[in-house]
């Protein structure tokens, strides 16, 4: 077993799968800062890319199969589409390895529940890459909220759309036969994770999408709370939207834009402030690297990740009862308007 | 109606707004087996809504159009861009001779070829219909439509697959750049202009109504090869009726006019742009620093104010103010006799769905 032979004040050897995007803008810029890691491979079924990328890094190794490299290493990021993202969490820990994998973690719940029970059964470390757990300001509200200094819940609106643009390599995000669902699955998924980890499990749902029975585009979601609290969030990779949280509570208010990690305004006691919670220059190669930092740790001292898989595979059940109510509504005669949620 | 389901169809141009609005309605309401011909999968995130197969291709590129037709009955073909001649050549003409020449080789059916109403020129006469001569005007995107529309015309000669031309006017409805989103955004900024206080004739055809003539096209038994279709929306309106509902979703309730006799030729525009000709000629001969920086300031100050009270600053080509100025009727007897169009979507509920599509977009708010 990797871990028997890995000393554990030694670094982790660490390869990364799948380099697309996300690889090459935050996860292999982000092992060169972690003390915790080494990065020993890359692995890609495009080896040429892959081939680049390690020599751009200055990473040693290129492979296109995780079997070419795993009696090498300790742990795997596993950034491919997420349909092979679970045969390979598999696969990695019948070989002693630890996993923090890209969100969404599997394509269903299922797959994680299989998930879970493999790397317990290996007694390694499942995490999974919900990023925006490590903005700081979404932290230090958060703890705020925790205290009880906010109070109740009361509304919460989060606003999340940008013409769709990410720099995708393989366009899976677009593509029917590799993921189940669209905007909501792949990049709502952020803001579900924020509503589960601040306010726990909703009592109830209402949700609307554009789907004409394939990905949907345009999300509207409505979750109500046990103490009455509303949470609305609209979604889009059509049209621009206003990319914010704003959280009301009983006793303040905390608003944010959607993609800034650092500032927040605080509204508490009858005042309102805007803060810098953190002075560090935040990005996401310095998030991913905090995220990165965690689950090493986590695997070297055998203690919880911050995201472990359990967590990231309660967002997937949500997601899933959203797909399922939207799948018996009643087709309209005439095709819905382009966009517009029914 | 027809009856789509279980017919393989390819649609070209799928990421466009007619095509994508074609494409969806084939996939949802008709359940035919849709393939949609992308060139960029980046623009699929309407397409990927519905449940069909997307295929990365583009129709300058013969193999792509090969494995995309291969085990279609009908194709769709929505190909249309502007820009310049070259462009206009390449993809409006040679991609439909390509598609032509592959839709063929697979054994398709039939073709269903969307060109425009632009190959007549700006100037219908009144009562025109598909015996209008198409003509070329030096615009790059009516002479290659007019070209493809040609090569069509001999194609058909010597091949058994039936090719239907359909001529749009100007498509309006919900994703509609140039027709919708453009002159909503221009409007809101107060740069959109009627022209002749918006009297001339309006012939557009809302998306739908046209997708409902496509699909009439693609399946309605007897249609000799080669026929050609003018499409549009039942009865025409002014540019006026057309234009201030659009203005009223923006909070105008009325727009700055244009006169169509202020062409480029006119003395005033003539003078307008010798003015500004000669503006920019000090600005790059003479130095606008310095002692003397006023001598050369002040004219270009007066040369700019002074062309504002001209009111010559339009939007429109030449072209465009004919298009908007004419007053004519056009015959759509053919493509309702033999086609069976019937436009269903009245222009107020057309304005409707915009309106509504647009806030949910937030477009307007």
């Known amino acids: ?342 | 109606m027809v009856n789509y389901a279980g017919v393989h169809v390819l649609v070209t141009g799928a990421t466009g707004f007619i095509g994508a609005r074609l494409a969806e309605r084939l996939a949802f309401e008709e359940k035919a087996s849709v393939r949609a011909l992308v060139r960029d999968m980046r623009k699929s995130v309407w397409l990927s809504r519905s449940p069909m197969e997307l295929v990365v291709g583009d129709v300058t590129e013969k193999l792509s159009l090969e494995k995309a037709v291969a085990g279609c009955d009908i194709v769709f073909h929505c190909v249309g861009v502007g820009g310049s001649s070259e462009t206009c050549q390449a993809v409006n003409t040679e991609g439909t001779r390509n598609v032509l020449e592959a839709a063929q080789a697979a054994g398709v059916k039939r073709l269903v070829y969307l060109s425009s109403v632009a190959v007549y020129g700006p100037s219908l006469p009144d009562h025109a219909d598909e015996t209008a001569p198409s003509l070329r005007t030096g615009a790059s995107y009516g002479d290659s439509k007019v070209e493809a529309e040609e090569l069509i015309s001999r194609f058909v000669l010597d091949h058994s697959m039936t090719v239907i031309v359909l001529q749009p006017t100007f498509v309006w409805g919900p994703r509609s750049e140039w027709f919708t989103v453009d002159p909503i955004r221009q409007m809101a900024k107060g740069a959109w202009q009627l022209v002749d206080e918006g009297q001339g004739t309006c012939h557009a055809v809302y998306v739908d109504n046209l997708v409902d003539a496509i699909m009439l096209a693609g399946l309605r038994p007897s249609l000799k090869s080669g026929e050609k279709f003018l499409v549009t929306d039942d009865q025409p309106c002014t540019w006026g009726e057309f234009w201030l509902p659009h203005a009223r979703m923006v909070g105008k309730s009325s727009l700055p006019s244009f006169p169509s006799t202020r062409t480029t030729k006119h003395p005033i525009r003539l003078l307008h742009r010798w003015l500004w000709k000669f503006r920019d000629w000090l600005g790059d001969h003479c130095p606008d620093s310095g002692p003397f920086r006023y001598v050369v300031l002040a004219p270009r100050f007066v040369i700019r104010k002074g062309t504002a009270l001209l009111r010559v600053e339009t939007i429109y080509s030449d072209w465009d103010l004919i298009k908007y100025a004419r007053r004519y009727h056009l015959d759509i007897a053919k493509a309702k006799t033999y086609l069976g169009y019937n436009p269903k979507v009245s222009r107020a509920d057309g304005m409707q769905e915009i309106e509504r599509w647009l806030r949910d977009q937030r477009i307007i708010s």
């Open chain 1, 1 to 342: 077993m990797n871990s028997d032979i890995h000393a554990k004040d030694a670094p982790l050897r660490l390869a990364i799968v799948g380099c697309g995007a996300i690889s090459e803008q935050a996860h292999i810029p982000a092992a060169a800062r972690v003390d915790e890691v080494r990065l020993a491979a890359l692995v890609d079924t495009d080896m040429t890319h892959a081939k680049v990328l390690a020599a751009q890094f200055n990473v040693p190794t290129a492979v296109s199969s995780l079997q070419d490299c795993w009696d090498d290493i300790d742990a795997v990021i596993l950034a491919t589409p997420p349909h092979v993202r679970s045969k390979l969490a598999l696969q990695s820990f019948s070989k002693g390895l630890h996993v923090l994998c890209e969100k969404p973690m599997a394509n269903s719940s299922a797959e994680c529940v299989e998930m879970i029970a493999s790397a317990r059964m290996a007694k390694r470390t499942l995490a999974v890459a919900h990023t925006y757990r490590f903005f700081p300001n979404r932290a230090y509200a958060r703890t705020l909220y925790k205290s009880g200094r906010l109070g109740r819940m009361i509304s919460v609106h989060i606003e999340q759309g940008d013409p769709f643009g990410w720099p995708t390599r393989t366009l899976y995000t677009l593509r029917q036969n590799m993921v189940p669902g669209g905007v909501l699955f792949n990049e709502g998924i952020h803001a579900l994770d924020l509503l589960w980890w601040w306010f726990g499990a909703p009592e109830s749902f209402d949700y609307q999408d554009d789907s004409l029975g394939g990905l949907e585009s345009n999300t509207h979601l409505t979750l109500k709370y046990k103490e009455g609290g509303i949470a609305h969030f609209r979604l889009s990779r059509t049209c621009s939207l206003k990319n914010k949280v704003a959280m009301q509570f009983e006793k303040g208010f905390v608003a944010f834009p959607l993609y800034e990690m650092a500032g927040l305004t605080l509204e508490l006691n009858g005042q309102s402030k805007q803060l810098v919670v953190h002075t560090t220059p935040w990005d996401y190669v310095e998030i991913a690297a905090r995220q990165l930092q965690d689950f090493a740790l986590a695997a070297i001292q055998d203690r919880p990740a911050i995201v472990p898989g359990e967590e990231g595979a309660i967002v997937i059940e949500m997601i899933e009862s959203y797909y399922k109510k939207a799948a018996q509504r009643v087709r309209p005669a005439r095709t819905p308007l382009p966009g517009v949620t029914w």
